[in-house]
């Protein structure tokens, strides 16, 4: 009967982990004077009602008494005022010592109970598990299998997102060195062929125009005079192949 009795006790403890309980009529005037006769209403849950406290309220003795009683009690173990208030639920075997059974905090009036560490280890373990195991079934959604392929993944989120994703412009290669010697070159020529007309000493000063040295024109008597010496020329060449005479026939010898 008793295994029963704790086993009961123990899943009462673990249920009251997800419930609160508040009384708004009683929250603004909360201080460490009055907060365990607030924690002490028949409405709350997390109150028991067999403990030295009750028994102490009904003979109407002070707090002091509850260190010469032997049972559940309840303290206030911390206070910080108007926010937040700590009480403690603890078996007392003796003055001097006691055994905790569970706290309780009062977060603006609202009754909590703090969880136990059994109780948060399980929870956190549940949920790393919960946790892998949604990973592992997300990844299988994904995997595909056919005889002649083998397994591969599709990931149809990351096709629409490549499809949505603004196309990004394509980095410029360097050039090489052949071809940045050959450009240096055909602009070397250019210029060479068609020099500035303009140049600018330092930056932000006025351009100054460029004096093009030309070679001065030779003379037109000059320039007649060779024109007309190989006309001359030609005109020689021409003639002197029908000026030469046809050559003698000569007997043959028989």
């Known amino acids: 009967m008793e295994d029963k009795g704790q086993d009961f006790s123990h899943q009462l403890t673990k249920n009251l982990l997800g419930i609160s309980w508040v009384d ?107 946790g892998i195991q949604s990973a592992f079934d997300e990844a299988m959604s994904y995997c595909r299998y056919h005889p002649s392929k083998g397994y591969w993944w599709h990931f149809k989120d990351q096709e629409e997102r490549e499809k949505n994703k603004p196309k990004s412009k394509k980095k410029e290669e360097p050039g090489s060195l052949f071809q940045r010697h050959r450009v240096d070159t055909l602009l070397l020529d250019l210029r060479s062929k068609f020099p500035p007309t303009f140049y600018q000493p330092k930056p932000g000063e006025k351009p100054i125009p460029v004096e093009v040295k030309k070679e001065p024109e030779p003379p037109t008597e000059t320039v007649k005079q060779e024109e007309r010496e190989p006309a001359a020329k030609s005109s020689a060449t021409a003639a002197a192949p029908t000026s030469k005479p046809p050559p003698e026939k000569r007997a043959r010898l028989q």
Do not use: W
């Open 24 to 130: 708004s009529g009683l929250v603004p005037i909360l201080n460490p004077g009055n907060v365990l006769d607030y924690f002490s209403e028949r409405s709350n849950p997390f109150y028991d009602r067999t403990c030295n406290n009750e028994v102490v309220k009904m003979q109407r003795l002070s707090l002091d008494h509850l260190n010469q009683m032997v049972g559940v009690e309840y303290i206030l173990l911390h206070a910080q005022e108007p926010i937040l208030y700590i009480i403690r639920k603890q078996q007392r075997q003796s003055p001097t010592q006691v055994i905790p059974l569970a706290d309780y905090y009062i977060i603006i009036g609202v009754v909590y109970q703090a969880p136990d560490l059994s109780t948060v280890i399980s929870s956190r373990a549940l949920s790393a598990v919960h």
